[in-house]
């Protein structure tokens, strides 16, 4: 029997990964076919059915390794001494990735398989949902250590952290020339001053 080299199998599905993320970017799931992610991936249509059983499969993966790679960070951000740091750290990771190139035609693409597919909805739901939950625990302990104002509502203010993050996606999909992740000094400063200790409650 052969023997799978763990680190080799997942280096090579997230290789087609990429390769299919820049392919439903640029051509759209639709008319993106298996033979274009093959093409794309340097590989035969056997070996790609051997890590994937469609397209759609493929394409849900793209984001359910999203998910995973979020998670593992919010997991060891947890961990960190600085509850503060360590969610500036983890916004620092989101915006970052506002740096892939076909952004704006992926983002189409993950609206188009929303409306059309409820798993992978509820995927899209899910992974939304592990975020804001470890933003959430983040601002708890670090209102517990005193980093931030203790009278704001954890939940909330993961929403509107989130929202801010989120909202970078969405312009740099539409303003090439807006690049977020060259200025993350600025968004570092808007979430810590929104969270400042001390700061005015609106009236």
């Known amino acids: 029997m052969?023997?799978?080299?763990?680190a080799k199998h997942e280096a090579r599905r997230r290789h087609i990964l990429a390769a299919a993320a820049e392919c439903f970017a640029t051509k759209g799931f639709q008319s993106t076919r298996t033979a274009d992610i093959c093409a794309a991936a340097g590989m035969s249509s056997g070996n790609l059915f051997h890590y994937f059983p469609s397209k759609q499969a493929i394409f849900t993966a793209i984001f359910e390794q999203d998910g995973r790679d979020n998670a593992a960070l919010l997991e060891q951000a947890a961990k960190a001494d600085d509850a503060l740091e360590a969610l500036l750290g983890f916004a620092d990771f989101m915006v970052a990735q506002t740096e892939y190139p076909h952004l704006a035609g992926l983002m189409l693409e993950v609206i188009a398989n929303a409306k059309r597919d409820a798993e992978f909805a509820a995927l899209l739901d899910r992974n939304d949902r592990e975020n804001r939950d470890g933003v959430t625990m983040l601002l708890k302990r670090a209102a517990e250590a005193g980093q931030i104002d203790p009278t704001l509502d954890p939940v909330a203010a993961a929403n509107w952290?989130?929202?801010l993050i989120?909202?970078?996606f969405v312009r740099a999909s539409a303003d090439a020339g807006f690049q977020p992740s060259k200025d993350k000094a600025s968004l570092r400063r808007i979430i810590t001053r929104f969270l400042a200790p001390g700061a005015d409650a609106p009236r």
């Open 166 to 168: 989120e909202g970078a």
């Open 161 to 163: 952290i989130l929202v």
């Open 2 to 6: 052969r023997t799978v080299d763990p």
